[in-house]
């Protein structure tokens, strides 16, 4: 009995924004679109999101982020610009609502769901390709993601995960930190466990990445 209203760039839909057409869309580019249902007296429902990729060839996992622009890049509060105060807002740990989308490398979307992000890493902050954390938090639906990307690790979820840029390899081969870690495989060492992806944000290709386990304690917990 409600009204569907969509948007087609990343931001949640508000009663403004366009009805959703009752014969469908039809996506000619990479499309991240939005979906949110509206009845008159009533709250709105949560918003729906799903990446559409249109003449996008797939060689690597992907990682597809959705969220407002207010959250990413806006001077004042984005979380992955620069802004204009003293502290840099990438170094402020801004913590904000994101749809997580993976594909695996056949195409298979293994999960879709609410987390939140933040601005991850250290000097290679300043990178226009910053590295992004992500984490499953009840209040926004499940508490873990329900899946496993790593070869090597037998875990069935995942509390948190990083999408790692280059950072200090940023300008030379962008693998050097992975093959590292890579070296204690079978050792009984703890390390950080890596697939190779591309990331799309707001349906824009933000190029390669790695995924990578997020050090923190639920990390080492699994492990032990």
Same mark, same amino acid.
């Given at each position: 009995g409600g009204t569907l209203r969509y948007t087609t760039d990343g931001e949640t839909p508000t009663a403004k924004d366009s009805l959703f057409p009752a =014969?469908?869309? $039809? *996506? $000619?580019e990479t499309t991240p679109l939005? *979906?949110? &249902?509206f009845r008159e007296n009533e709250v709105p429902s949560v918003a729906v999101s799903a990446t559409f990729f249109v003449n996008d060839e797939q060689l690597t996992p992907v990682v597809s982020l959705v969220t407002d622009d207010q959250y990413l890049f806006n001077r004042k509060t984005g979380a992955l610009v620069k802004g204009s105060g003293d502290t840099p807002n990438y170094e402020k740990e801004l913590e904000y609502p994101v749809n997580i989308e993976n594909f695996n490398v056949e195409g298979l979307c293994e999960i879709n769901q609410m987390g939140t992000f933040t601005c991850s890493g250290h000097s290679a902050r300043v990178n226009a390709q910053k590295s992004i954390a992500l @984490? &499953?938090?009840?209040a926004y639906g499940a508490d873990s993601f329900a899946f496993n990307p790593f070869p090597t690790r037998?875990? $069935? =979820? @995942?509390k948190s995960l990083l999408l790692r840029g280059a950072n200090s390899d940023f300008s030379a081969t962008r693998l050097r930190d992975v093959v590292a870690s890579s070296l204690a495989e079978g050792q009984g060492i703890l390390y950080q466990d890596h697939v190779v992806i591309q990331v799309y944000i707001n349906g824009e290709y933000w190029g390669h990445y790695n995924l990578r386990e997020k050090i923190n304690k639920h990390f080492i917990a699994q492990y032990e």
């Open positions: =014969e469908g869309l $039809t *996506l $000619t939005r *979906l949110r &249902a @984490y &499953a938090r009840k037998d875990y $069935t =979820e @995942y």
